[in-house]
Every structure is written in structure tokens, then in C-alpha cells.
């Protein structure tokens, strides 16, 4: 027979005299935190052993009982039972104790109502401490000012860790205040103090202020400023732009006889690269050898990415090979821009073989470098499928691609007109969950624009500000430039005034596409009054934006507005480039003015622009303009200005991208050396007028031998244009 168990629950009891707290005395409470302890070690034990000389180790019991009860009535008697008395080693060991924060302020204010006792700065620091790390800003504001105003001796090293501690904190006037609330009562401050306010100021970038400290360390008269202050300097005025600054004090340095670390001489050696002076930054480096100090890494990081920015490419790799001989190992930034310059130079294959050296080196591919192979195979004209293969073996390898990455392969997709790869992309992007990024949509918006798919690249745009409740000033100023070139003037003006609604202000680049839309349009005075407001908002025109109203008004067909505009441009602080003088030049020829059109030719050539494509398109384009006086005319320019310029003119064609632009000038060009040569080999055949040769080809001398030469020079001129006619039209 089975006896079933009835199960009852217990009430809890409501007696009180259950409910009230068992009597201890002071004793028993700690009795039970005693720990057990073999008799043989416990045997004439009489205080805790000392460590150190003088400092306590606290008795585990008082540790116990602060953890369990807190600090409060019982945590008091077992400290009198204990017999531990309160000083400021005390204080310090039981902030060093791992309990909540809370107990550690109480039992330090506590301490500080003790008679007999006071807290010295290291109590104050200990606390301050325990606070920062508990993230207690607040509270440790407060002690930091506590200590401040207390009558304890605050020595140079307690004032410099408390400025770092308030620094780490992101309370920089705070700190600045507490270090001249102390130093005006009863510290002086060291170099180290001021080094360390110095090295604050760095980190939250207030560059500005670090001068005003170091001229108020200098006015000290007894605090001299050291190595450290003098590459904080160097630093601070780099950031800034003040070069001259940067150099000088670098000067002062080792006028004091102090000696520049490597940190100094890297900075410094940016800086030279960044003025240009190259020469300067190599004599920097031996400097540095000669004196002993070995450039490190972050050296020849900044030394090679200098001399790739000076396209000194070979020098660059040399370099590098050579700190491998010197046993200096490369880190993953210093290969990344390696293969950053190699890929620039055109040389991917010892771009290649740099990647697969990478394991050997211990330095691990990182997304940059994945990033920087890819960008430099676009830029080298690599193959598409190259480029796609790289994004493959990156994802392959573990290598999460960026954000930066897609924008890498959308921008390389648009250039070579695989805009349906690049849209794929940006939707991968999408389901990936990475933020619209401005420059994809640009390059997309962009592409779809040069291939008239207007409406495409407008919904690409809306798209782009619902997803970021605006866009950038780059991609407004792409849609306003398509929607200008396709007549929809009106949308483009109300891009541009959306744009200063939202808050944005305009940018040269869209000032320039807005005033190219309205030149366009033939709105002549409406671009150049916003080329005039552009300076009144503060935004500075560039070249363009001059070179976009000189070219509306060489299309008007009169000369002189142009001239008179390209005449100031010469005498201002922009002056003109190529494209400005082939503006000027186009519109002389049109309008016939071929003596001003060659005397305007010798003067490009004379201030070192090269003849181009667009330059003789601008010849050439003026004989559909004029009649048959135009051909002779533009032949005495052009044999005026020598047979070099046919050279010249074929080897551009040769290496010219655009198709229309090959087909149409070699056509002409064919057309006029036939018509030139033909008529020199008529007026070679007249003995009256064998002279007259030396007009038509200027450098040549008159005889039989050379003439000849000359047409033999003209007939294979004229068998290139033929060929670049051939192959355009094939």
C-alpha cells in the first residue's frame, strides 16, 4: 500500500520576536568573518605581517565585512575592533579593495570626519582614480576641486596626473581650470606638467592653445621647455598649416642642444613634403642617420608616400627595398601605400608580387589593401574582369568589404560604361545594410547623365536624399550639370535653391554647373552675375568657373568681350590655362583674326602650355566658317608656324581616346596637307618662284635638296593622316 505524501507550503513566520536582529557585540559580528587557518600557521600570530615597511596588509575579516555589509554601523565597530587605525595608508588600501564605489566614497568621507586626520593628495588621486574608472565624471570633478581647495601639498607629478585623469575624461577646461586653480596656490609647475596640459590640448585637437602655453612655460623663469614640448609644437603647427613655424622650431631645438627623436623628424619630414621641397626631406633623413637616430616605420611611411606624391616612383621602391636589407620590418600601412604607388606607376606586377610577400613579412591584407589593388587596376586600364576577381578573392580570404570598396568598383564600373554591374553593386550595398554612400551615387548619377538617361539619374538622386533626408553639395552639383545640358534649366535653378534652403552652401563645383547650364542657354548675364554673387557668399570662383563665362562669350561670335576678359584673367591672381587660351583661340579663327590667332599660339607656347587636340581642333574647326580665302589663309598660319606642328598633330591623333575627335581632325588634317603640299610642289616647279619656298616651311633653307625634303616630309605626313583616317573609319 502506497502512502501518498501530502505537500504543504510553510508560512512564513510573523512572530516578532523572530523578525527582530540577534544581539552581537562587536566581537562576535567579527568572529564570524574569521577564516580558518591550520593551527601550526595561526600559532603566535600576533598582527598582520608588514609589506614594504610600513604598509598594512588588511586584515581579510574588515575586507569581508565591507563587501557583505557595506560601510556603515557594523562595517565602523569592526574597524575599532580591529584596532585599525585611520590614516592615509588605511584610506588607500580600502580604495584599493574590489567593491562598489559607492561603499569606497562613503568610508573616504567618513575618514575625513576622523579627528586627528586628513586627507593628502594621494588619498584624493586614489579616489579620483576608483572614480574614473567607475565612469563617475561628475563625482570626480568635484573631488578634483575638493583637492584643489584643501590645505594638502599637491606636488608637480599629483597636478600633472590629475590634468591627464580630467583629459581622459574629455573635461579639457575643467583640467585647464584645476591647473591654474593649483598652480596660483601652492604648486609650481613643471615641464612635465605643462607637457602634460600640452599633450591634452593635442588630443582634443586645440592646436591654437598649445603656443600660448609654451610662451607661458618660457615667461616661468625657472621651466624650460624639453624634447617632449618642442614635438608637441612641431606637431601642433604642422596640423595647423604653419610650416615656417614647424621648421623654425625645429631649428630652436637644436639650438638648445637638445636632440630631435624619431617622431620629430618624421613630422618634420611631412612637412617638407608637403612644401614641395623633396631635396630638403631626403637631406632631413641622412640627417637624421648621420645623428644616430634610426627612422622608424611611421619614417619611412611618410618618406615614401612624399616621394610618390612626387611621382619619384623608383626612388620610392628603392627605399623600401632598402629598409628590408636593414632589417626595419614594414607594418600593413606602410605596404599598403607601396602598392598604392606602384599601382600608380603603372607597375601592378611588382604590385602583385609585394601582396603575395605580405605573409612572409607578417604583415596580414587588410581591407585597404584590397581596396588600393583594385583602385590601382582601374587606373592602370586593367581589365575589368581583373578588378572583379580581386573583390572575389578578398571576400574569399575574410576580408569584409567597405563601404569604400563598392565605391572603388561603382566609380571603376561607370568609367568603363558597365553602369548595369555598378547598379548591381549599389544594391548589394542596400541589402548589406551599408549607408547610402554620397560618392557611389555620384559616379552613378554621373554615368547615367553622360548617356542621357536623365530620368535614371534623377530617380537615383531622390533616392539618395530619402534615404539620408539630404544628399552632399558633389552629387546636387552632378544633377544640376546633366540637367542644364539637357535644356531642363528650370530643374537646375531649383536644385540650386533647394540646396540653400536645406541649410547647404553651395560650392564652387556647383556654382560652375549651374553658371555651365545658363551659358548653355545662351543666359550670358544671368551666369555672370552668380559668378559675382559666388564671391559676395564667400565661396571663391576657380578657374573654371572663368573659364565657363570666357567661353559663353567667345561663342557670341564677337571677339572682343572674350579678349577683354582674357586680358584681366592675365593680369589677376587666376591666370589662364590651356583650355582658356584654346577658348580665345577658337574664337579669333572663327571670326577670322588668323595673325591674332598665331601670335596668340607662339604666346601659349611661350608660357609652357602644349598644343593639343582641342588647339588645332580650333584651326581647323574656322575653315567650316569661311570661304575659300579661309583655306589659304589658314595655310600661311599654319606653315607659318612650321612643319612641326603636322608632327606634332598626327602624334596626337595617335594617341587620342576620342573617336570623334581622331575621325574629324584627321580628315582635315589629310585635306590641308594635300592642299598645302600640292601647292608648294607647283610653286617648286616654277623656277620664279623658288624663293617664295622659304615662306612656306619656316626653318628650312632654300636649295633643291631641301625642298624636296620637305615635300618627301609632307607625303608621309600625309600617308599618317591617311592611316588615322583609315583606322578611325574602320
Known sequence: MMIGTVCTRRNISTFSCLCQRIKQTESEIVKMFEISRPKAKTEGFQRPPLRRGSVRILDERFIRILKIFKWGPDAEKALEVLQLKVDNELVREVLKIDMEISVKIQFFKWAGKRRNFEHDSTTYLALIRCLEEAGLTGEMWNMAQEMARSTCVITPADLSETVRILGRAKMVNKAISIFYLIKGRKCKPTATTYNSIIFMLMQEGQHEKVHELYSEMCNEGNCF????????????????????????????????????????????????????????????????????????????????????????????????????????????????????????????????????????????????????IIKSLFESKAHVSEASSWFERMKENGVAPSSFTYSILIDGYCKRNRVEKALALLEEMDEKCFPPCPAAYCSLINSLGKAKRYEAANELFQELKESCGSSSSRVYAVMIKHFGKCGRLTEAVNLFNEMQKLGGSPDVYAYNAL???????????????????????????????????????????????????????????????????NTILGCLSRAGMFEEASRLMKEMRANGFEYDLITYSSILEAVGHNDEDGYLVLGNLLNHLGLAIYTTLCRGLQCADKFEWQITAAFWL?????????????????????????????????????HNCCIWSRIFLIIQAAKICALCSA
Open 515 to 581: 553658371m555651365s547650364g545658363l551659358v548653355r542657354a545662351g543666359m550670358l548675364d544671368e551666369a555672370f552675375s552668380m559668378l559675382l554673387s559666388m564671391e559676395e557668399n564667400g565661396c571663391a570662383p576657380d578657374l573654371n568657373s572663368f573659364n565657363i563665362i570666357l567661353n559663353g562669350l567667345a561663342k557670341t561670335g564677337d571677339p572682343q568681350r572674350p579678349i577683354e576678359m582674357f586680358t584681366k584673367m592675365k593680369h589677376s591672381t587666376i591666370k589662364p590655362n590651356a583650355v582658356s587660351y
Open 670 to 706: 589629310l585635306f590641308l596637307l594635300v592642299l598645302t603640299s600640292a601647292d608648294m610642289i607647283r610653286r617648286h616647279q616654277d623656277q620664279s618662284s623658288s624663293s617664295s619656298s622659304l615662306r612656306l616651311v619656316k626653318g628650312y633653307p632654300a636649295g633643291g635638296c631641301c
Open 225 to 372: 621647455p624639453d624634447t617632449f614640448t618642442y614635438s608637441a609644437l612641431i606637431s601642433s603647427y604642422a596640423k595647423l598649416g604653419r610650416d615656417d613655424s614647424a621648421i623654425r622650431f625645429f631649428d630652436e631645438l637644436k639650438d638648445n642642444g637638445l636632440h630631435p627623436t624619431a617622431k620629430i623628424y618624421t613630422t618634420l619630414l611631412a612637412v617638407y613634403f608637403k612644401l614641395g621641397r623633396v631635396e630638403m626631406a631626403l637631406a632631413l633623413v641622412n640627417e637624421m642617420k648621420k645623428n644616430a637616430c634610426a627612422p622608424t616605420v611611421y619614417t619611412y611611411t611618410e618618406l615614401i608616400r612624399g616621394l610618390g606624391k612626387a611621382v619619384r616612383i623608383e626612388e620610392a621602391y628603392s627605399i623600401f627595398l632598402s629598409m628590408l636589407k636593414e632589417g626595419c620590418k614594414p607594418d600593413v600601412v606602410l605596404i599598403n601605400n607601396v602598392i598604392n604607388l606602384l599601382g600608380r606607376g603603372g607597375r601592378i606586377g611588382d604590385a602583385y608580387k609585394l601582396f603575395n610577400e605580405m605573409e612572409s613579412l607578417n604583415c596580414k591584407p587588410n581591407v585597404v589593401t584590397y581596396n588600393t
